[in-house]
């Protein structure tokens, strides 16, 4: 007995998988351009593919159509994969997928016209079984912050990978004729499985998408543009935070104001491109020479601000040296630019009446000292109690 109609349900998943092809393409690829997004787009694709073959080989008797759905079948298994292992940044080699579709597709046609027909419906089973098993794989092992994301997506392959293994075990030792092959595994069955997997993957994708995009907007809320490093604002807000949370614990805290040497001239000399570039390099430069817990961030033009953990003011002083150091020694610079200096002030925040505003302000004099001495230099300034820091 044929559980499901297999005509109808072809027809069906060709129509669903079009339908879902155009809407994600345009609702979500198209506005991200994230690679797990274009692959799963390609997936989608060869299952429409697959559908439109099976039905030509249903209804117009080609002997061709069945071994070419069988190939983009397996190609459409291996880009839900490949989707997958771009979730984590891995790498991924496109040939591999090539290889195992041109396999099941030649494989289903040298035993199609012979007594082991079915062995092309076992190799297709065992590839595309074996490819949603990987990527349900890939989803459990990176369990990140956006597992709630992808959890459904995990399930649904992990489910749909079992399935597909257990009719390849069950074709091969019971054959096409027996009633579990006609039934449960039967290839109704199979194409409504390929469906829930549909549904759920393009609903995973989407959310993931969403948050994805979501976050580069929160990125871009709080990130200048063009240093990629803290805005003013965000600056402020992490810096008054973590200047409380320091004085609470007894951590000593350095605040140090920094402002590139005679940047004018560079603007007025090789334009403002040039200047946008300098101003990359020092954000480059101080992202080199401090640690991934310290704050930095563009303060206004072309100063900035710095919040070092658990340093004193000499260390201070010694941490601007390096920034200057690797500034030095930057390559990206426009050509024919000077490779600039920078001047910083230094305050100990030592005091604990003083607060992050009064702790700037102090660092912007000693800022200012340190270019009247010459520029190029780093000059310590006073706490607000009126003792210079050491």
Same mark, same amino acid.
């Given at each position: ?265 560079? &603007? ?55 920034? &200057? ?66």
């Amino acid at each position: 007995m044929v559980l499901l109609d297999r005509s109808t349900l072809m027809v069906v998943f060709a129509v669903m998988t079009l339908t879902m092809l155009v809407l994600f393409y345009f609702d979500t690829y198209r506005q991200s351009r994230a690679p797990f997004a274009g692959w799963w787009c390609g997936a989608v694709a060869s299952f429409f593919l697959a559908a439109t073959f099976y039905f030509m080989g249903e209804v117009q008797s080609a002997t061709w159509a069945p071994s070419a759905g069988n190939g983009v079948m397996v190609l459409g298994s291996g880009c839900v994969w490949a989707g997958t292992r771009s979730l984590a940044g891995r790498r991924i080699r496109p040939w591999l997928l090539g290889v195992a579709a041109t396999a099941a597709v030649a494989i289903d046609a040298a035993v199609r016209s012979t007594d082991n027909a079915r062995m092309g419906s076992i190799a297709l089973l065992a590839m595309m079984g074996a490819a949603i098993g990987l990527a349900s794989l890939e989803l459990w092992r990176e369990r990140a912050d956006s597992w709630h994301l992808v959890r459904s997506l995990a399930v649904a392959t992990a489910g749909c990978a079992a399935y597909y293994l257990s009719r390849t075990v069950g074709l091969a030792v019971l054959g096409p004729e027996d009633p579990l092959s006609q039934g449960p595994f039967g290839t109704g069955v199979t194409l409504l499985m390929a469906m829930v997997l549909l549904v759920v993957v393009s609903s995973s994708i989407t959310s993931l998408n969403y948050a994805r995009r979501t976050e580069d907007l929160q990125e871009m809320a709080y990130r200048d543009g063009l240093t990629g490093l803290l805005n003013r604002v965000e600056f402020t807000y992490q810096a008054q935070r973590r200047l409380r949370a320091n004085l609470a614990a007894g951590v000593n805290t350095v605040i140090v104001m920094a402002d590139l040497d005679r940047f004018k001239a560079i &603007n007025d000399r090789f334009g403002h491109d040039a200047g946008d570039g300098v101003m990359r390099a020092f954000a480059d430069a101080c992202r080199s020479a401090v640690r991934d817990a310290d704050l930095v961030g563009r303060y206004g033009g072309e100063e900035f601000a710095l919040l070092l953990d658990g340093v004193d003011a000499e260390e201070g002083v010694r941490i601007a040296g390096r920034i &200057n150091a690797s500034l030095a020694e930057h390559s990206s610079l426009p050509a024919g630019v000077d490779v600039p200096t920078a001047s910083f002030g230094v305050v100990d925040a030592r005091d604990r009446h003083a607060g992050l505003q009064r702790l700037l302000r102090e660092a912007d004099r000693a800022l200012y000292n340190a270019k009247a001495d010459g520029r190029n230099r780093a000059a310590v300034g006073f706490t607000a109690a009126g003792t210079q820091t050491s």
